[in-house]
């Protein structure tokens, strides 16, 4: 089982298992792979899941057993990552019991969106550029940065320089 792992567990280890290989994934099908509070907040959308899935090969592509939603709207970033933790943990313990209580799991008939975003799909939003639209300068500072992660910047003669938004007071 993974559960928030920063690790990609190797496809010869789940071979190995005896049971199911299972995955909680901190976002719904439409967002595979990392960023995908990220994405979420880029593309405005007002409602989100987590997803619990069999492991394969691939980053989260696995069969899904289940997908959690709820609702973001009017919630920032770091209100959108607690609010999946919570209901992550819920549908932990909820179909966990469900699958030690009758040894089997039955699958969701639904399927992930696109293939797994990768931490060169998410840094390339990082760079913010002086021709873009101050609205999408914003949307992408408040979707985007994260204390003790990466942040967005401008290059300006060669020179990065990064955004750090002012504390509301």
Sequence with gaps: MSYLSPWIINHKILKRTKFYNI??????PKYPGIGCFNFALLNNDNSYGVTMHL???????GKIIKTQYFS???LNLIE??????DEMFKLFTKEILKILKTKKINLS???????????????????????????EITNRINALYYQGYPNPYFTINNKKFYVIPEKNS
């Excluded at 995955?23 to 719904?28: A, D, I, Q, S, V």
């Excluded at 959108?80 to 933790?85: G, L, N, P, V």
Aim: charged share 35%; hydrophobic share 30%.
């Design 55 to 61: 492991m394969n090969k691939s980053v989260d592509s």
């Design 72 to 74: 973001i709207k009017n």
């Design 80 to 85: 959108i990552i607690d609010k999946s933790y």
């Design 109 to 135: 008939k639904e399927k992930w969106k696109r293939t797994a975003y990768t931490r060169k799909d998410l840094n390339k939003l990082l760079k913010l550029n002086l021709n873009m639209k101050p609205k």
């Design 23 to 28: 995955n909680f994934h901190p976002g719904p």
